[in-house]
């Protein structure tokens, strides 16, 4: 089972770009190209929030259209950028997204992986949080397979990244959602976006991982007090690579197409 892990696309409408600088559409086409030429092709795509960067029904629609070389299955995750009723209006399709209740979540099987999207998302605010309904419904869908590997996967992460502009925006209900988590050994990873870059970090029994964005990266700024920027580093999606008895193995793959040379010496490889 091979799943990629697309980020933080932030789609705006035609003509406009993210920040005033970033043709995020542009980089979303690339990285759509990218997942289509990987070999082997991913068993499916989770793309973990912030897919378009307003909410608006027109982002949406372009996200859609961008979406569909995509042979592979894509699952939806709301971010602080998302409006969860445009989404939910333009992917009407998309039968896994739940038509009732406020929050968008869900559950779904990849292989004997067993995969629970959560939602984070606190409308007109950009930190995250996992109130106490929300921890009540993860923590029955974690009790009803106690024993099958689960991934819980999220826009924010639960964790501070040393980041301190991303960090001061919050995330509410940790404690409570780490003590649950930490409950259920099963949980093999917990897969977030919102950070535009990849940081991983062992929480609470597991191991959390946030993916880079398709378009712009959230500056690797750890100086105490320093500002937030954006940049334009590589953009880059993760592969989880999931073998029983191996484990989930995260890859990091830039889009690009990059040189590549063959080992000259066969006993200096590697
Ligand atoms: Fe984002
Ligand atoms: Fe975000």
New binding site residues.
């Given amino acids: 089972m091979l799943i990629a892990q697309i ?2 696309m ?1 789609i705006r409408a035609e003509g406009s770009l993210a920040y005033g600088r970033v043709e995020t559409a542009t980089f979303l086409a690339r990285a759509v190209d990218h997942l289509r030429r990987l070999q082997p092709r991913p068993d499916l795509i989770l793309a973990t ?2 897919l378009a960067d307003g909410g608006a029904r027109d982002e949406y629609r372009r996200l859609r259209r961008l979406l569909e070389p995509l042979s592979a299955p894509v699952y939806l995750v709301a ?3 998302d409006d969860r009723a445009a989404l939910v209006s333009e992917f009407s399709d998309h039968r896994y997204l739940p038509r009732t209740g406020e929050f968008l979540q869900y559950t779904f099987d990849a292989g004997d992986l067993r995969v629970v999207v959560m939602d984070t998302v606190i409308p007109g605010k950009v930190g995250g949080e996992v109130c106490s309904e929300r921890l009540g419904w993860l923590s029955a869908r974690l009790g009803e397979a106690r024993n099958r590997p689960t991934v819980v996967v999220m ?1 924010h992460p639960p964790f501070e990244t040393g980041i301190e502009f991303m960090d001061g925006y919050g995330f509410e209900g940790g404690e409570a959602l780490g003590e649950l988590i930490a409950k259920h050994p099963n949980v093999e990873a917990v897969l977030a ?4 870059r990849r940081i991983s970090v062992r929480w609470r029994g597991t191991v959390v991982t946030t993916a880079p ?1 398709t378009a712009h990266q ?1 500056a690797l700024t750890l100086a105490p007090g320093a500002r937030g920027h954006f940049s334009l580093e590589p953009p880059a999606c993760l592969l989880h690579l999931w073998r029983p008895g191996q484990g989930l193995v995260t890859h990091t793959s830039y889009i690009g197409t990059f040189v590549m040379h063959p080992f000259r010496e066969e006993r200096l490889a590697g």
């Avoid at 976006?193 to 535009?196: Q, Y």
């Fill in positions: 980020s933080d932030h929030g912030d971010g602080n950028h826009h976006g919102h950070l535009h964005s959230v």
